[in-house]
């Protein structure tokens, strides 16, 4: 491992300065990504900046209007422990629970998985990938049971077909969060938020990160927002064991039920795509509908319209319809289990 | 008097006739009835508390004064040519000492592969290696040795490995016909022109990997020419042998160390060549060295239970009973290594006048193979018990009663009979704790199924000049109809029950040898040469001395793990050691008391033959009042040890010495999202009299959860295009969780086998491992009506095989449009 300076930081703008001003810097949060990075030297940073001591980042608020604001800081451990995100928020609280392990949750904050880096076997590991600085994506051919089916454009190596690993993000997507992100040298109040979906970026050769964060830039805050009365929620993980393993397809399903109409549907797909992956045409057939075995049917096919599988993940695409029939079985039908 | 004998070993599925060293008859074995009060008992481990407060040290804690670290540079390549390496930038690294690779390794009497080759054959073959005073410096200086590589053309797949043309691991191809190992019983032509029915099925089974907690590792020290080596090794006293030659060495100068194990499954049996190199780099530097290997390096380059393509076929009479087996195994090895006893399921666990087995090694460009808990087995029955399942579906029976109309009294290929089998009673034992009656009545699969459809494969795969129908493909597959299923489920779940048998060794035998002494205040030290590999070795030999001498297990201390403790042990492997090492224990201990009792004698002024040892005292039987309490004897001997000297005698010449056990197992398969859940398993096995029922659950449990791990969800993944491991870590890996067990149920028959040796024991360590994957795919296979043939049981395969139920169903469906036939008669057999 190369050596590296670090620096606890004592306010944001000065470990925003850093990470603007230096090179090589890396902003440092529960670490649990960037460290388990750096000893393979996948990534080799010159500079720490460690956040975690700004405990001003780190709180649970309600929000005028209904809804949660979530610090940046705030462990995965905190909020799966908080009753409002149990109460409310049911599928970020279960998104939460089957994430990674206790150990783990207890160290890593919510900025932080958001802003994690990909999984895929080829980036981790001493294999050809375009974020090595390679010219091909060795999983475009490879071994790649764990990649993307939407999203990635081009399966000729020229584009990285890795999944975003976060399971809190799928449900924060179905639950249509926004981000807060603090950009250097802006005040507080010019801070903006922006819908969560478009936090993520595709990783690429020249920008190899899963957001579209420069240098210096900082999640601060997560919005949740209120969820529509009487609002069913449900998040389903599928993953090669019970648990500690990360999604090979994961569903995030909210619906308002207007008695046996669906008055509104949203579908978040993980595990599927370099973000969590909205099926807004399903979502769309869905609105304003009776529930009914046709409607479930279409919804499931059209969940999973447009899926590319790169051959070793041809399974993801029954897996995912079969995910979202039981997501719509639950959230549709009080009275059975998934 | 010590006399040479010849006997029959076993030792991981393999006989070896040999030449060993007994000491004077042995004791007959405690009778069934003979009431017992520590043998049996479920003690706690005896180093329980050590474990857990962190006392124990294992081959990680070992520090030693001025001890140096050394870390080894592999072959990142599947295949590669050294074309030139330098080792300068390394040595410029402040702190490092030496660095050796195959141009500077001193000349060793080393009997294995060259420590360093010029030629490299899998990713992670030792290039070089490097000493440093930390081990940061160490793994920093791998960084900055500059080699240049020819890569070769590689092969990492082993159906590819076995085409003629496919890249060659060694000039003279992957597979070698002359070493297969080809076994014949009977004419298995003729076995299978005379049955009714025949099934033939494939198999494949993953590349399995041991990730042992503690990873491989040694520290060497030299004192003077004296080499004292603290190893994580399964053989103590196979180590030093090896190291003795390695370094021309006088065997007393070379100590072997084995404490407190973290795990070896099979996989630290032999010398390691980290071993050797510490060693090295120790005399070269004169101050100690220790050398780990991290967990990339354990999935690389210490060992795995090879993955198998098998072809299996059986044939029957329509009364169930077996006329022929003919079962051929390709074994993907790795870059050398050994075929494990694949075909020994199909040889020995069912009455069968023609059999022929056939295992191939296929070398590949991955990391050598290794022993893995109960290897060979673990993989042919899967095959065996899977081709039996078809084999009931055929012929509309019920699986365990065509496994009972072939039940095997005798092992055939010794033509000797079992000295114990209780696999009736496991059957029975286990059907009715699983319920496995309601498998007919409500609601699982008919005892007749409908045959919906043959689904035809590809391609056929064998060694050059062999033409049996092998391989993946070239077999059809059946498709049944699935029976009803319980009313408590959702319709898109299906529940399935499932078992299979277990047979295996576990007999153990000489050598082993013990020493009890007797202290002089009556506690009691039990010295062998064996080792704990964490089964609870030392646990169960002091009850076994604590029995003999009829004093509390608390007064009972066992050295174990150290060539200079004790005399020769065996290697803690093929479940052994309670059979080999505790009869020898026994032997010494019964020893000791004979020299107490006629100590006692003397002072009480008694006969011997009047005296019994019981409950601390030496007492004359039938007059208690003429006695001595233990403990008063010992002591008027003043500062002296009654010693007492034992050894395993030899194994029954006439008759065959196994374990054997049954595997139930209950799943649910989800067939929107293919997840299969194991809900319960029940494990029930015969090993004899059972020393420590504790000990001995934590061995089924250990084995279940292992097998789990085979059946389900461990794979070693390969990338095609660079032959390089992608799972060489513990995230990729996926060894089960906590939450990934199931409710297991476990049962050993009662009995003791007092035949097999003194305690009437046999050994439990592998037993449980070897039915569980068979009895998941079995109860897979119910559930579904479609027989997995792949393991492990992942979504992808899952998937696939409920896609294809569903194609069946719907060919089915449009079969019954236009007429109704087809499906009722031509598919029902
Ligand atoms: C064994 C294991 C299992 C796991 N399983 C799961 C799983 O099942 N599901 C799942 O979702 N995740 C899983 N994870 C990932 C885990 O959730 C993330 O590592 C963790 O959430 C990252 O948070 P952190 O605070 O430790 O981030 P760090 O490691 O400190 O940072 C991660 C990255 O985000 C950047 N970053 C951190 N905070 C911010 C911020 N506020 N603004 C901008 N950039 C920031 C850092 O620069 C770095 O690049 C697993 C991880 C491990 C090691």
């Known amino acids: ?338 | 008097m010590p006399e040479l004998r010849k006997t029959v070993v076993e030792i991981e599925g393999r006989l070896h006739e040999e030449y060993v060293v007994v000491d004077g008859e042995d004791l007959p074995a405690w009778p069934e009835d003979r009431v017992l009060s520590r043998v049996g008992q479920p003690l706690p481990r005896v180093d329980a508390r050590a474990k857990v407060t962190g006392t124990a040290r294992f081959t990680h804690d070992i520090q030693l004064p001025g001890m140096l670290h050394a870390r080894i540079l592999r072959s990142p390549h599947p295949h590669a040519r050294l074309r030139r390496i330098d080792v300068s930038g390394a040595l410029a690294v402040p702190g490092v000492l030496a660095v050796l690779t195959h141009e500077n390794v001193p000349e060793l009497g080393w009997p294995g592969r060259p420590l360093f080759d010029t030629v490299l054959r899998y990713q992670g073959a030792e290039v070089a290696a490097v000493v440093a005073v930390d081990e940061a410096a160490a793994t920093d200086a791998l960084d900055k040795i500059s080699v240049e590589y020819e890569p070769l053309p590689f092969v990492v797949d082993l159906e590819a490995a076995v085409e003629p043309d496919a890249p060659r691991v060694y000039p003279e191809g992957n597979v070698s016909a002359d070493e297969a190992s080809v076994y014949v019983r009977g004419d298995t032509d003729q076995g299978f022109a005379e049955a009714d029915v025949v099934v033939e099925a494939n198999f494949r089974t993953a590349a399995q990997l041991h990730n042992c907690f503690e990873t491989h590792g040694s520290v060497c020290s030299w004192d003077g020419g004296r080499l004292t080596v603290w190893d994580s090794t399964q053989h103590v006293f196979g180590v030093r042998k090896t190291l003795a030659q390695a370094f021309g060495l006088p065997m007393h100068d070379v100590r072997v160390i084995k404490q407190f194990m973290g795990g070896g499954f099979g996989s630290k049996g032999g010398t390691g060549r980290y071993t050797v190199i510490a060693a090295l780099l120790a005399r070269q530097t004169g101050r100690p060295v220790k050398l780990l290997l991290d967990r990339r390096e354990e999935n690389l380059a210490t060992g795995h239970r090879h993955n198998t393509l098998q072809y299996i076929k059986l044939g029957a009479r329509s009364d169930g009973t077996l006329t022929a087996i003919y079962h051929q195994v390709f074994a993907g090895v790795g870059a050398w290594g050994w075929v494990a006893p694949v075909g020994g399921p199909a040889r020995e666990l069912y009455r069968c006048p023609n059999v022929k087995t056939e295992e191939y090694a296929v070398c590949l460009n991955l990391g050598p193979d290794s022993a893995f808990r109960a290897p060979g087995y673990v993989e042919g029955t899967v095959a065996l018990e899977g081709a039996m399942d078809d084999l009931a579906v055929a012929l509309g029976m019920d699986p365990i009663e065509l496994r009972l109309r072939n039940y095997a009294d005798t092992n055939q290929p010794r033509n000797l009979p079992y000295s114990g089998k209780g696999l009736r009673e496991a059957y029975r034992i286990g059907a009715e704790l699983m319920g496995w009656h309601l498998r007919e009545t409500t609601g699982y699969l008919p005892r007749k199924r409908t045959i919906l459809a043959t689904l035809g494969g590809g391609g056929n795969h064998s060694p050059e000049g062999e033409q049996p129908p092998a391989g993946p493909g070239g077999v059809e597959d059946l498709v049944c109809w699935p029976g009803t299923q319980p009313e408590d489920l959702p319709p898109h779940r299906r529940r399935g029950l499932g078992m299979a048998s277990q047979i295996w060794g576990g007999g153990g035998g000489p050598p082993a040898h013990a020493e009890v002494r007797v202290n002089p205040d009556a506690t009691v030290t039990v010295a062998t040469g064996t080792q704990d590999i964490g089964t609870g070795t030392r646990t169960v030999l002091a009850q076994v001395a604590a029995e003999e001498l009829s004093i509390p297990v608390e007064h009972v201390r066992v050295l174990l793990g150290d060539t200079e403790a004790g005399p020769y042990g065996p290697i803690s492997a093929g479940s052994l050691t309670v059979a080999s090492v505790g009869p020898a224990v026994r032997a010494a201990a019964a020893d000791a008391r004979r020299q107490l009792v006629e100590l006692a004698a003397s002072l009480l002024d008694a006969k011997v033959e009047e005296l019994i040892l019981k409950d601390g005292r030496v007492e004359v039987a039938g007059s208690p009042e003429r006695g001595i309490a233990l403990r008063e004897l010992t002591a008027r001997l003043g500062n002296f040890m009654v010693t007492g000297h034992g050894s395993r005698g030899p194994n029954p010449e006439d008759v065959a010495v196994h374990t054997f056990g049954a595997q139930f197992a209950e799943v649910e398969v989800d067939l929107e999202t293919g997840a299969v859940e194991v809900t319960r398993i029940v494990a029930v096995h015969d090993s004899g009299r059972i020393i420590n029922p504790l000990t001995t659950s934590s061995q089924v449990e250990g084995g279940v959860i292992q097998g789990l791990g085979f059946a389900l969800s461990e794979e070693r993944a390969v990338d095609p295009q660079t032959g390089r491991v992608l799972s060489a870590d513990l995230e990729n890996y996926r060894i089960p969780t906590a939450l990934d067990v199931p409710i297991i149920d476990h049962v050993m028959v009662p009995g003791a086998d007092l035949a097999a040796n003194n305690l009437g024991a046999k050994g439990v360590g592998e037993p449980p491992i070897i039915p569980t994957a068979a009895a998941v795919a079995n109860a897979v296979y119910d559930a579904l009506g479609i027989r997995p043939t792949d393991l492990p049981l992942t979504r992808p395969r899952v998937l696939a095989a409920i896609k294809r139920l569903e194609e069946a169903a719907q060919a089915v469906e449009a079969g019954a449009e236009s007429g109704k036939e087809q499906a009722g008669e031509g598919g029902t057999r």
Request: negative net charge.
């Open chain 1, 1 to 338: 491992m190369k050596p590296f300076a670090y620096t606890a930081a004592t306010s944001l703008d000065q470990a925003q300065e850093i990470l603007s001003e230096e090179w090589g810097s890396r902003l440092y949060a529960g670490g649990t990504d960037l460290l388990t990075l750096t000893k393979r030297g996948t990534v080799s940073p010159d500079h720490l900046v460690d956040i975690k001591g700004l405990a001003d980042f780190r709180y649970l608020r309600h929000l005028t209007g209904g809804g949660l604001a979530i610090g940046a800081l705030t462990t995965l451990a905190e909020l799966e422990a908080n009753r409002t995100v149990h109460r409310r928020f049911p599928a970020l609280a279960r998104s939460i629970a089957v994430t990674g392990t206790p150990q783990l949750r207890n160290r890593a904050t919510v900025g932080g998985n958001l802003c994690q880096q990909p999984r895929c076997w080829y980036y981790r590991g001493d294999f050809p990938c375009l974020l090595h600085g390679d010219e091909v994506c060795g999983a475009a051919k490879g071994e790649n049971a764990y990649h993307a089916l939407f999203g990635y454009e081009s399966a000729d190596g020229n584009r990285c077909v890795a999944v975003h690993p976060s399971d809190p993000a799928v449900a924060l997507s179905a639950l249509e969060a926004e981000v807060v992100v603090a950009v250097p040298g802006e005040a507080p109040v010019n801070w903006e938020a922006t819908p969560i979906d478009d936090l993520f970026q595709q990783p690429t050769k020249d920008f190899p990160g899963t957001t579209i964060l420069n240098p210096g830039d900082v999640v601060v805050e997560i919005r949740v927002p209120e969820q529509p009365k009487g609002s069913r929620q449900v998040y389903l993980k599928a993953m090669d064991r019970a648990a500690w393993a990360f999604a090979l397809v994961s569903v995030a399903a909210v619906a308002t039920l207007d008695g046996n109409r669906l008055a509104d549907l949203r579908l978040a797909l993980g595990g599927v795509a370099y973000k969590p992956w909205r099926a807004r045409h399903a979502e769309e057939i869905a609105r304003g509908h009776v529930v009914s075995p046709e409607l479930v049917d279409e919804i499931v096919e059209l969940a999973a319209e447009g899926a590319m599988p790169l051959g070793a993940n041809e399974y993801k695409v029954p897996l995912l319809k079969g995910l979202v029939r039981q997501a719509l079985r639950a959230v549709t039908d009080e009275s059975r289990g998934i």
